[in-house]
């Protein structure tokens, strides 16, 4: 299994970048996918989620509006559309996989990505 995050950088506020995730090992289409985010010292962050077919997204707060989960299924692919960009979110963001329907929380996660920094300057 591996889920494989590009796309990180420096990004500046106001701007945008667009995080992919590459997965393969799994049946990709039978889970939901998630990112999350972590700041050093700071407890990982739910980000955006899109369940198995695609249907349903969900969004934490604080990037609604302003983010945008997508996924392809026949190229096993998540992607995380950042626009308008604040310094506060600037982390290390993490594509991950879950079977469960609980896609906001990172309990019920099965596999995890090694994470991709994002840098946000003011």
């Known amino acids: 299994v591996q889920l494989q995050a590009s796309g990180g950088g420096l990004g500046q506020a106001g701007g945008s970048l667009r995080l992919s995730c590459a997965a393969s090992?799994?049946?990709?289409?039978?889970?939901?996918m998630g990112w999350f985010r972590q700041d050093p010292g700071q407890a990982r962050e739910f980000v955006a989620g899109?369940?198995?077919?695609?249907?349903?997204?969900y969004y934490a707060d604080s990037v609604k509006g302003r983010f945008t989960i997508s996924r392809d299924n026949a190229k096993m692919t998540v992607k995380l559309q950042m626009n308008s960009l604040k310094p506060g979110d600037t982390a290390v963001y993490y594509c991950?996989?879950?079977?469960?329907?609980?896609?906001?929380?990172?309990?019920?996660?099965?596999?995890w990505g090694q994470g991709t920094l994002v840098t946000v300057s003011s």
């Open positions: 090992g799994f049946d990709f289409s039978d889970y939901g």
């Open positions: 899109v369940t198995w077919s695609g249907g349903s997204t």
């Open positions: 991950a996989a879950t079977r469960s329907v609980a896609i906001t929380t990172d309990r019920g996660y099965d596999y």
